[in-house]
């Protein structure tokens, strides 16, 4: 029952959002102001009518007793000042969410993209999201088997965490996001997996190599596609991974479904803020970011994670390529602040032809150490890691010395340390787009890297575990 | 919704608000907005217009709602109950905010910090016709298990107090009038358990006093090599993924402070998860209690409201000077300092202020000194000593700490624990530097190490360091020439340094011995390092090659000491220190035969 305000507030919003205003005071890029409206509330949508009548949709970035700005998702092609026309629609951006929803293709504000009708919507969201009440999450600790060495053995996926890869431009960011959907699953347990996916700014190909891999794994009525090319409006991108992740949350926490989210590129999306920012005559930070690029990336990530007492979840594989593969550059140092960790891509070995080019040494899950180890994946699997880690991160010292000194002027000992090294890289590390690996076998693979070494080396390695696995 | 209109929103730019018909709203009056009930501060004043910062998404907030003041500043309250409590940036109690609004936070919901039904039980410690004073304490009441609660005269109440009705021991609530106090000229005031501090003002103390103590920390390489005293301020930097966030938990889990004020500010959710879920489960080493009832969480993460990040260090710093004023070492952990100066630049941002470097406002040295400076030992109002630690993180982008936040926040604190990208990657935690890090607080603490370690502290100390600079500079030599052109003794450097960050700098956090360190145990570690320094360069001298030194099973224990003796038999290592002066006199007298 709804009591009489809250009767006149509804009647108040219907009334409000009927009336329509005609003429921009001023058009700026994506930018719509617009002036003597009614008090228009903060971030609400907008139905903006263009001169040839036809409707796109906005969001209010500003609003005084004088103007309101607008920023139009769609573009502002074709808008004049006296007749385009509003509509304020008294609540924010939303997303009629229904789990019908996978197997179809949507633009980045949610609407369809493949022509037909989308299915009636359970309940309607807002995009922006709610934070999670930091009591209310649980710890995540369930191992995700990949497949791939490098990942389960050094920087182990964990259900509900957000791990970016940081690639660069050429690389085989998309090839490794595709195999790890063919081939991630939960050990020991019938999971209900969905994959929800959003594209920002990327080209049609990418996109459609995505949708042919899907296919092919026969995963594609289990995903849901939100899809802004790099032709759509720069604008749409700023939206698309919310509506994406709003879509996640209703699978993973309304339905008890594993929803692993793969947005790319999530630089792409960063270009589109700078873009909104500049135009808005915003204080730029660093490269002319935003100063809330931080902020604005957290909203995203955040919306990660498990929570106590429901069965779904969250991951995030975000992918991000970084500007002249640039670790420091803002989008992925803020990124690298956000997540739990980072996969990182290496040129150098791309072009020594290793698939994947992962450098385990900077890349890290820091949820790692809960969900490895005995009952999860083998009892000497956090010391194993660890000790790969620092051997091989010895071996790029070994390297720089070989490179001034000559190889032949190595020490014994430094001389195993480089055929320690290369074969982690081609055996260990590389493998084949679809070769599927289960934990043990990446274990002993590195068992077997590290018996290239002298037992005494190995000092993160317990004694009873050295006597178990190496065979030196 | 209650309370007096102060004026109307003119302007809603996401977090900042622009008001208009401003009556007599005072400069950081704490209001609340619209009839959806949003917080906020009053952050500027002009001309019948104010600015307002909110501390809640601002979605739906439209121009010509009403305004709603207060008539008191942003202020934290403080009671009993604190204690094992988990709050947002404004100190909205987290856990009944899910009694609320359930797993999502919803909007304009309040609670209080405090439960203010629950009855504590009250022991007066003054009766009718003492004299006190602000700042007496005049009861207590056991909070947790670990912690006893003084109940204080607050601060605001000033002059000479005659007590003129007290309350007999019992259960109270944190509002039920517990004394009547009154001061010379006649003026009765009501004492209860609950005060309200306002979060920007420090609490007055009497004066400072000599930071001689160390902060113990368990962490060798922060104990040994860079010792924090109790109520002294450090930064911690470094880039992401070096281990910021594991070395603040390291030091809330077991230094020795008496309370721990953790605030999460602008970090992951699932980071503070970890620390809700891990704290009630450890154990003090020093108390056989949980690490929980000594801890007050703060949990703003980075996808809450950034205003209310900023206000975060505020509340948190104001409630460890609260237990400060009882008499207690407090520490607290800002996780991390620079997310707060980003809130700050956002909210100038949306100001329209004038900004300085990278679009910090010019303001931020200011505010990042007097948050620091709120530390300190200090002879309370209530005539006891407690301290106020500072560890703040710095997040530094792209790792570089010549950045405005780290080089604005060098300046203002004496202790520095630079984090090293090279050192994390070859996974050697804590991944803090010896070469950047520096400690102002060496000569003060050095009478209560040296009292603590049979006068050998300061001078093991020095030498180590030594060693390591040395090293360098070898360092720098093999680069060029390999290993093999230097002469064994100065190898022999090298290989004691290599010792050492295995064996004493590198700790891990997950090892059931190796976590906590005592003093007794770091002492031994070290001695024992400097020497198998001293008798391997005298046998080098005589002629044994090293590679014949380092091949001792000796040195094999000595590496594993941290993992395989205990702190309680810290004496094992005297033990292992004769075993490693007969291994080598043996190895010695081979070669003097010869």
């Known amino acids: 029952m709804m009591n009489s305000d809250a009767l006149l507030k509804e009647t108040d919003k219907a009334l409000l959002s009927g009336r329509e205003y005609a003429g921009a005071s001023r058009i700026d890029g994506p930018l719509v102001y617009m002036r003597n409206t009614h008090p228009v509330g903060y971030n609400e949508l907008v139905e903006i009518i263009a001169p040839d009548g036809s409707v796109r949709s906005g969001q209010v970035l500003d609003t005084s007793d004088d103007a309101v700005c607008v920023q139009c998702f769609e573009g502002t092609d074709g808008l004049n000042l006296p007749d385009t026309k509003m509509h304020f629609l008294g609540e924010p951006l939303t997303l009629g969410v229904s789990e019908k929803m996978l197997g179809r293709v949507?633009?980045?504000?949610?609407?369809?993209?493949?022509?037909?009708?989308?299915?009636?919507?359970?309940?309607?969201?807002?995009?922006?999201?709610?934070?999670?009440?930091?009591?209310?999450?649980?710890?995540?600790?369930?191992?995700?088997?990949?497949?791939?060495?490098?990942?389960?053995?050094?920087?182990?996926?964990?259900?509900?965490?957000?791990?970016?890869?940081?690639?660069?431009?050429?690389?085989?960011?998309?090839?490794?996001?595709?195999?790890?959907?063919?081939?991630?699953?939960?050990?020991?347990?019938?999971?209900?997996?969905?994959?929800?996916?959003?594209?920002?700014?990327?080209?049609?190909?990418?996109?459609?190599?995505?949708?042919?891999?899907?296919?092919?794994?026969?995963?594609?009525?289990?995903?849901?596609?939100?899809?802004?090319?790099?032709?759509?409006?720069?604008?749409?991108?700023?939206?698309?991974?919310?509506?994406?992740?709003?879509?996640?949350?209703?699978?993973?926490?309304?339905?008890?479904?594993?929803?692993?989210?793969?947005?790319?590129?999530?630089?792409?999306?960063?270009?589109?803020?700078?873009?909104?920012?500049?135009?808005?005559?915003?204080?730029?930070?660093?490269?002319?970011?935003?100063?809330?690029?931080?902020?604005?990336?957290?909203?995203?990530?955040?919306?990660?994670?498990?929570?106590?007492?429901?069965a779904g979840s969250i991951t995030q594989l975000p992918i991000l390529t970084m500007p002249n593969d640039d670790i420091s550059h803002p989008i992925p140092d803020l990124t690298g602040y956000i997540t739990e960790g980072q996969i990182v891509f290496d040129r150098d070995m791309h072009g020594r032809g290793i698939y994947p080019p992962i450098n385990c040494l900077p890349s890290l899950s820091r949820l790692m150490k809960d969900g490895i180890g005995e009952g999860m994946t083998r009892s000497d699997h956090p010391h194993l890691s660890n000790q790969l880690f620092a051997s091989y991160s010895h071996v790029q010292d070994v390297r720089n010395l070989a490179s001034v000194i000559g190889e032949e002027e190595l020490t014994e000992l430094d001389h195993r340390y480089m055929e320690f090294g290369d074969f982690f890289e081609k055996n260990f590390v590389g493998q084949r787009f679809d070769e599927d690996r289960s934990i043990e076998e990446t274990l002993d693979l590195g068992w077997k890297a590290l018996s290239l070494l002298p037992a005494e080396e190995l000092q993160r390695l317990t004694d009873e575990e050295i006597e178990e696995h190496y065979k030196g | 919704m209650q309370g007096r209109i102060v004026g109307k929103v003119k302007r809603v730019n996401g977090p900042v608000l622009t008001a208009s018909g401003i009556t007599d709203a005072q400069m950081m009056e704490l209001v609340h907005v619209s009839d959806l009930g949003i917080v906020g501060e009053i952050v500027k004043l002009r001309e019948g217009e104010a600015t307002i910062q909110v501390y809640e998404d601002a979605t739906g907030i439209r121009p010509g709602d009403n305004i709603y003041g207060s008539g008191m500043s942003l202020s934290a309250e403080l009671a009993p109950g604190l204690i094992g409590n988990i709050y947002d940036g404004i100190q909205r109690p987290l856990e009944e905010l899910r009694k609320l609004s359930g797993d999502f936070i919803g909007k304009g919901i309040a609670a209080s910090a405090v439960d203010h039904e629950k009855l504590w039980h009250f022991v007066p410690s003054v009766s009718v016709g003492d004299r006190v004073h602000k700042g007496s304490v005049i009861g207590t009441v056991q909070e947790t298990e670990r912690v006893e609660h003084r109940v204080m005269i607050p601060p605001?109440?000033?002059?000479?107090?005659?007590?003129?009705?007290?309350?007999?021991?019992?259960?109270?609530?944190?509002?039920?009038?517990?004394?009547?106090?009154?001061?010379?000229?006649?003026?009765?005031?009501?004492?209860?358990?609950?005060?309200?501090?306002?979060?920007?003002?420090?609490?007055?103390?009497?004066?400072?006093?000599?930071?001689?103590?160390?902060?113990?920390?368990?962490?060798?390489?922060?104990?040994?090599?860079?010792?924090?005293s109790k109520g002294g301020t450090v930064a911690i930097p470094g880039g992401f993924g070096t281990g910021k966030?594991?070395?603040?938990?390291?030091?809330?889990?077991?230094?020795?402070?008496?309370?721990?004020?953790?605030?999460?500010?602008?970090?992951?959710?699932?980071?503070?998860?970890?620390?809700?879920?891990?704290?009630?489960?450890?154990?003090?080493?020093?108390?056989?209690?949980?690490?929980?009832?000594?801890?007050?969480?703060?949990?703003?993460?980075?996808?809450?409201?950034?205003?209310?990040?900023?206000?975060?260090?505020?509340?948190?710093?104001?409630?460890?000077?609260?237990?400060?004023?009882?008499?207690?070492?407090?520490?607290?952990?800002?996780?991390?300092?620079?997310?707060?100066?980003?809130a700050l630049r956002e909210l100038s941002g949306r100001m329209e202020e004038m900004p300085a470097e990278e679009g910090f406002p010019a303001y931020l040295p200011t505010r990042i000194a007097q948050f620091y400076e709120r530390a300190g030992h200090m002879k309370t109002l209530g005539g006891s000593e407690g301290s106020v630690s500072v560890i703040g993180a710095v997040s530094p982008p792209g790792g570089d700490f010549s950045e405005p936040v780290t080089s604005h926040t060098k300046r203002f604190v004496r202790a520095f624990w630079g984090l090293d990208r090279s050192l994390a990657s070859a996974r050697h935690y804590p991944a803090i530097s010896w070469l950047d890090s520096y400690s102002e607080y060496i000569d003060e603490v050095k009478d209560w190490w040296n009292s603590h370690s049979q006068d050998k502290w300061y001078q093991n100390r020095q030498k180590i360091m030594e060693l390591l600079q040395k090293e360098v500079r070898l360092q720098q030599i093999v680069k060029l020439v390999?290993?093999?052109?230097?002469?064994?003794?100065?190898?022999?450097?090298?290989?004691?340094?290599?010792?050492?960050?295995?064996?004493?700098?590198?700790?891990?956090?997950?090892?059931?011995?190796?976590?906590?360190?005592?003093?007794?145990?770091?002492?031994?570690?070290?001695?024992?390092?400097?020497?198998?320094?001293?008798?391997?360069?005298?046998?080098?001298?005589?002629?044994?090659?090293?590679?014949?030194?380092?091949?001792?099973?000796?040195?094999?224990?000595?590496?594993?000491?941290?993992?395989?003796?205990?702190?309680?038999?810290?004496?094992?290592?005297?033990?292992?220190?004769?075993?490693?002066?007969?291994?080598?006199?043996?190895?010695?007298?081979?070669?003097?035969?010869?």
């Open chain 2, 156 to 228: 605001s109440v000033e002059g000479e107090l005659t007590v003129v009705n007290m309350v007999p021991e019992g259960d109270y609530t944190v509002t039920d009038q517990l004394a009547l106090v009154s001061s010379d000229a006649g003026k009765t005031t009501v004492v209860q358990m609950l005060q309200y501090w306002p979060i920007r003002v420090p609490r007055p103390v009497a004066d400072h006093a000599d930071l001689r103590t160390p902060l113990v920390t368990g962490l060798r390489v922060i104990d040994t090599l860079f010792p924090l």
């Open chain 1, 106 to 310: 949507m633009n980045g504000l949610g609407k369809s993209r493949d022509g037909a009708a989308l299915p009636a919507s359970e309940d309607e969201r807002d995009v922006n999201g709610v934070p999670m009440n930091p009591t209310a999450r649980e710890y995540p600790r369930d191992f995700i088997q990949t497949g791939i060495s490098v990942i389960d053995g050094m920087m182990t996926l964990i259900q509900g965490q957000k791990l970016p890869i940081f690639s660069g431009n050429g690389m085989e960011h998309n090839q490794l996001a595709a195999q790890i959907v063919r081939q991630a699953k939960v050990r020991g347990g019938k999971s209900d997996f969905a994959i929800v996916f959003a594209a920002m700014g990327v080209k049609y190909d990418v996109a459609k190599y995505f949708i042919d891999s899907f296919e092919e794994t026969g995963v594609l009525d289990n995903v849901a596609m939100f899809l802004s090319l790099a032709d759509d409006p720069s604008l749409e991108r700023t939206i698309t991974p919310r509506t994406a992740l709003t879509l996640a949350e209703h699978l993973a926490f309304d339905k008890g479904k594993q929803v692993l989210v793969i947005m790319t590129d999530m630089t792409n999306y960063c270009e589109s803020l700078r873009e909104i920012s500049t135009q808005r005559g915003e204080i730029p930070s660093r490269k002319g970011y935003p100063g809330y690029l931080y902020s604005n990336l957290a909203e995203i990530y955040e919306r990660s994670g498990k929570i106590q007492g429901q």
């Open chain 2, 482 to 594: 390999g290993p093999d052109a230097l002469p064994d003794s100065q190898n022999f450097i090298l290989e004691v340094c290599s010792l050492f960050k295995t064996a004493f700098l590198q700790q891990n956090a997950f090892d059931e011995i190796d976590r906590y360190c005592s003093i007794e145990k770091q002492t031994k570690m070290l001695s024992i390092i400097l020497r198998y320094y001293e008798l391997g360069s005298e046998a080098i001298q005589k002629g044994v090659p090293m590679v014949k030194i380092r091949r001792l099973q000796v040195v094999q224990d000595i590496t594993k000491m941290r993992f395989n003796i205990s702190n309680e038999n810290a004496d094992e290592i005297d033990k292992l220190e004769l075993k490693l002066e007969r291994s080598i006199m043996q190895l010695g007298s081979l070669y003097d035969e010869q």
């Open chain 2, 245 to 342: 966030t594991m070395t603040q938990h390291s030091v809330a889990q077991w230094c020795d402070a008496d309370i721990i004020v953790y605030i999460g500010c602008g970090e992951r959710g699932n980071e503070m998860t970890d620390v809700l879920r891990e704290f009630p489960h450890l154990i003090d080493p020093r108390t056989g209690l949980s690490l929980m009832q000594r801890t007050i969480l703060i949990a703003n993460t980075s996808n809450m409201p950034v205003s209310a990040r900023e206000a975060s260090i505020y509340t948190g710093i104001t409630m460890a000077e609260y237990y400060r004023d009882m008499g207690y070492n407090v520490a607290i952990m800002a996780d991390s300092t620079s997310r707060w100066a980003e």
